[in-house]
């Protein structure tokens, strides 16, 4: 079964609006998850690394004040786009730092 | 710093002939290695992992890849595609089991009848 929740699935926003995705640990209390970013017809790219308790670190080129990251809990990883545009238009994945699986993914659609 | 090259970018095969997508690494230590499938706008799926071991490991689906240290390389492979294995496959490799995976661009199959 399923160990990484996300939500939602997909979600279409208007230009310089906020998204939050979450992403649950069903079974794992973990201390660490990952953010990944796929632009189409592109492989997946790491964003950043959520840590719980204290700052997520970020991938250089991603933006920290518009990419924001939540970890505050052992299940609960949440990825805010800040002022979001066309640009961020993205699939959005996360993966907990103790199993192989990835989240279902966060389609994203900034109009 | 590792990497991972998927040397074809688009493979199309025959439904019930065999599939074999290459997968090279770039690590210096002995890499954690996986294969993923990627349905059009869905997530990833597992299908095979390697850590130590058997060098030929085998997944679900009907999957199987092969770790070649010497060529470092990991190979997926499959004896007999059928039209739903049309999909995106993505190689990944991890320094520690589960940490930051690196993937590689992905290689795009189509099955045609």
Same mark, same amino acid.
Do not use: C, Y
């Given at each position: 079964g399923a160990v990484v929740s996300q939500h939602p699935s997909w979600v279409i926003c208007k230009s310089g609006t906020s998204v939050k995705i979450e992403c649950r640990s069903l079974d794992f209390q973990a201390t660490t998850m990952f953010w990944y970013r796929q632009f189409p017809k592109q492989s997946l790219m790491l964003m950043a690394t959520s840590n719980e308790g204290s700052k997520a670190t970020y991938e250089q080129g991603v933006e920290k004040d518009k990419f924001l990251i939540n @970890?505050? *809990?052992?299940?609960l990883s949440t990825l805010t786009v800040t002022s979001? @545009?066309?640009?961020? *238009?993205s699939f959005y994945i996360c993966k907990l730092n103790t199993e192989a699986f990835f989240g279902q993914g966060t389609r994203l659609t900034v109009v | 710093a590792q990497s991972v090259t998927q040397p074809d970018i688009h493979i199309t095969v025959s439904e019930g002939a065999s599939l074999e997508l290459r997968c090279n690494y770039s690590y210096g230590a002995t890499p954690y290695l996986f294969w993923y499938v990627q349905s059009p706008g869905q997530g990833l799926q597992l299908l095979l992992k390697y850590f /130590? &071991? !058997?060098t030929l490991v085998q997944g679900i689906k009907g999957f199987e890849a092969e770790f070649k240290r010497s060529q470092s390389s990991f190979n997926l492979r499959k004896p007999s595609v059928h039209w739903s294995d049309a999909a995106e496959y993505f190689c990944a490799v991890t &320094? !520690? /089991?589960?940490?930051k995976f690196q993937f590689g661009a992905g290689t795009q199959v189509v099955v045609t009848p």
């Open positions: @970890h505050a *809990s052992l299940t979001a @545009h066309p640009e961020d *238009s | /130590s &071991g !058997d &320094g !520690d /089991s589960w940490g």
